[in-house]
Each structure stands twice: as structure tokens, then as C-alpha cells.
């Protein structure tokens, strides 16, 4: 079957997931919680089979933040801490929302605030391009989660 990239802003949400704590991992499930707290999604894999409940894994078919987030902390995804600490504390759903959904304009504000306080944003760039070529050498399979999103 084999894995639909998803938007590359996906990468972000991730770092922010696993900065903020918000990925409880098992031997063979995670859950992974929203960035507003409000809902948790069940990442689950058997061998190199992964599923998840969230939005994007269900209804789009790509791999979701909270597979990526996974993915990083079973290193089969690199992850850099220090950038990943850029993202703690970003709610994406009302960030999203405000751009309707438009990832790379909610990236594009968030990169904004950071180059302002005299973050390199090149390096961050860099970093997330790498993990992006990184998703599309994955040898992982996905199928659509039995369980349904979260309302």
C-alpha cells in the first residue's frame, strides 16, 4: 500500500507534539493528544502497518502529525530537540483555522514571530526538508484506523 505524503507543514505539528508531551507511547500504540487538549488520537502499528484516528490519517489517507510524531520517536524520523522546542506550546487548530486550513500560511506566521526574535529560521528549514525526504524513504505501510476521529 505504501504512505501518501501529507503537507509538509505536518512536521511542525509533530515537533510540537513530542515538545509539549502530548505523545504517550506504548510498545505498540500511542496517544497522541490535540494541540488544544481536546481530543486524543490512537496511533497504533503492527511490524511496519501503521493507523491513526486523526483527520488527516482517516479521511485524507496521509500520514497525520500524530504518525510523524511517532515515527520521530521510534527514530525511524530524525528529530532535532532544539528545534522542536520553537514549537512548544502553538495551538495548531485555532492557527489552522484562523488561515482556514492554509498549513504553510499558519507555518509562514509562525516562522515569521520566530526570525523577529532572532531565531534561524534557515536552520529549522533545513531541518524539516531533511525529515521530509526522510518520510518519502519510509518503507512503512499505512491503513485507514478502525476506530473513527474524535468529534
Known amino acids: 500500500m505504501g504512505i501518501k505524503l501529507p503537507p509538509i507543514e505536518k512536521i511542525h505539528e509533530a515537533y510540537s507534539a513530542i ?10 500504540q500511542a496517544e497522541v493528544s490535540s494541540s488544544d487538549m481536546t481530543k486524543k488520537y490512537l496511533v497504533k502499528w503492527n511490524d511496519e502497518t501503521y493507523s491513526s484516528n486523526d483527520n488527516a490519517s482517516y479521511w485524507k489517507g496521509y500520514l497525520g502529525y500524530p504518525i510523524i510524531a511517532v515515527l520521530m520517536l521510534q527514530g525511524k524520523l530524525s528529530y532535532d530537540k532544539e528545534i ?3 514549537f512548544k506550546g502553538i495551538n495548531w487548530k485555532k492557527l ?10 499558519a507555518v509562514k506566521e509562525i516562522m515569521e514571530e520566530l526570525e523577529k526574535s532572532g531565531v ?3 536552520k529549522i528549514n533545513k531541518e524539516i526538508d531533511k525529515v521530509y525526504k526522510e518520510m518519502e524513504q519510509l518503507t512503512i505501510s499505512t491503513k485507514r484506523s478502525s476506530l473513527r476521529p474524535p468529534k
Not at 509539549?20 to 505498540?28: F, I, K, M, P
Not at 489552522?96 to 500560511?105: F, G, I, P
Request: aromatic share 4%.
Open 84 to 86: 522542536a522546542e520553537h
Open 96 to 105: 489552522n483555522t484562523a488561515h482556514k486550513n492554509n498549513y504553510s500560511e
Open 19 to 28: 515538545a509539549d508531551g502530548r505523545v504517550a507511547l506504548t510498545d505498540t
Open 120 to 122: 534561524d529560521g534557515n
